[in-house]
């Protein structure tokens, strides 16, 4: 048994650490923002942090239904249906194109929620600038997302890897060059971070095209021989599968960006520090998610083999990896708090408090490693309803409640008790925590229940047909 773990545990790692590589290249776009703009000013810091909590909840949503590609691949690849395979990625495309306009239209007029906010003008004027100017790169998000999912349900992650790189790299030169105003061109500060990310993603877009008609892996399934017109039953039957995945991904990155957004009320200390925390904390949760990118293409790929017992067994691997992980970060996060929030920025108010939140990211990492590797393992299974409902009930129905209830002292008259003076962002990291240890618990309970169920069914199916 133990070799088969450490067998397993390879495969997943093989497969997890160029997706890992790929992603924190990803996040780390974020990351330079943020850290490139606390080192300019308290007050671009303030609407990047603004304008990226709408730009993450939109783009994670849209992340999320595009990972419907990632499930159904894996499954034809693993039943030997590769000739399927073209179609479901130019449909995948087609999807793609229209949740990215979508996104694009949604976040421009998502700006209005700034007018309710209390904030300062200059802060709230260079937010809006912000979101505007980094939607142009939502469409090439989304259909990048389509051949990532394909890419990776092939076991091809070192490309993802290769390009979200690259992608860093550009995104540095070129906030390096608009947030300062270097050689001469205009000092953009937070606009200069939304530019640099929008074609940023652009880029990436065009490097994945590039290397998967160069590449000669892909040549069997390469989706470009032909060109089609959409298939609406097929988008309808991803939409089917990936809208709740989406679901699942608004709960819970709106659940933080709008804690970024009621803290706002409180200063730019507090939303710089807030932002900097989740920052590093979306870096850090890298890892586990990776892992649970791997595990719903082994399990899908397992599934799609007709082994319900291997399924079971990769998605346990998986989840005790992840969680093992989190035991690691937890304690490093800790131990150099101090020292990853002087990294960010050089305010000293802004250092201390986002020393003290860190600590909350600290305490959080184990039930968050546990509900990401769950829920993409369960996301093997073809099956997102009932993670979304889990998640929806753990972000709306305790984090985000008892956020308010610390956080800003807001509660019923019935309630027999509220702090005596508002948490701020304290009281809303307790209310984070709390949602999810919730989605942990039941997440992890609900893969046992249908993991169990598969193979009795399967077993009866066998016992049916002999």
Request: aromatic share 10%; net charge positive; glycine share 10%.
């Amino acid at each position: 048994m133990k070799t088969r773990i450490r067998t397993e545990a390879a495969a997943l790692w093989q497969l997890a650490w160029p997706v890992l590589i790929g992603q924190l290249a990803t996040v780390g776009m974020g990351v330079t923002d943020v850290a490139m703009t606390g080192h300019f000013s308290a007050e671009e810091l303030a609407a990047v942090s603004l304008g990226t909590s709408l730009w993450t909840i939109v783009l994670v949503t849209a992340m999320g239904v595009m990972m419907a590609v990632n499930a159904v691949v894996s499954h034809e690849v693993g039943a030997g249906q590769t000739q399927r395979v073209p179609h479901v990625v130019r449909q995948s495309m087609w999807m793609g194109l229209g949740i990215g306009l979508a996104g694009c239209v949604l976040l421009n007029a998502s700006t209005l929620v700034f007018d309710y906010l209390m904030l300062e003008p200059q802060v709230q004027e260079k937010a809006a600038r912000f979101v505007h100017i980094i939607s142009i790169g939502m469409p090439a998000f989304a259909i990048y997302r389509a051949l990532y999912g394909y890419t990776t349900s092939l076991n091809q992650t070192k490309p993802v890897m290769l390009i979200a790189v690259a992608g860093l790299v550009f995104n540095i030169i070129i906030n390096w060059l608009f947030i300062y105003g270097r050689f001469g061109l205009p000092q953009l500060g937070a606009s200069g971070c939304a530019l640099a990310t929008g074609l940023g993603i652009w880029l990436m877009l065009g490097a994945m095209l590039w290397w998967m008609r160069r590449s000669p892996v892909y040549q069997e399934t390469y989706p470009f021989h032909q060109s089609e017109a959409p298939h609406w039953p097929e988008i309808r039957s991803m939409l089917k599968l990936g809208l709740p995945i989406g679901v699942t991904y608004f709960a819970e990155v709106s659940a933080f960006s709008a804690v970024g957004l009621l803290i706002a009320r409180f200063g730019v200390i507090e939303v710089s520090s807030n932002q900097i925390a989740l920052n590093f904390s979306s870096l850090v949760f890298m890892v586990p998610m990776s892992i649970g990118i791997a595990l719903t293409t082994r399990v899908g790929q397992s599934l799609g083999e007709g082994d319900a017992e291997r399924a079971r067994f990769v998605s346990w691997v998986g989840v005790s990896l992840g969680v093992i992980f989190s035991v690691l970060s937890a304690s490093l996060i800790t131990i150099f708090r101090d020292l990853i929030a002087a990294a960010y920025t050089s305010d000293p108010a802004v250092q201390r408090l986002t020393a003290d939140l860190l600590l909350f990211a600290a305490i959080f990492q184990l039930s968050d490693a546990a509900q990401v590797t769950t829920s993409c393992a369960i996301r093997g299974y073809k099956i997102t309803r009932t993670p979304m409902l889990i998640h929806l009930m753990a972000f709306y129905g305790f984090a985000l409640p008892i956020g308010c209830l610390l956080g800003l002292g807001i509660a019923p008259d019935w309630l027999p008790w509220r702090p005596q003076t508002p948490m701020a962002a304290a009281g809303f990291w307790i209310g984070l925590v709390s949602g999810l240890t919730v989605a942990g618990i039941l997440l992890l309970a609900y893969l046992h229940r249908i993991s169990q169920g598969r193979i009795r069914l399967t077993a009866n199916s066998g016992k049916i047909a002999g």
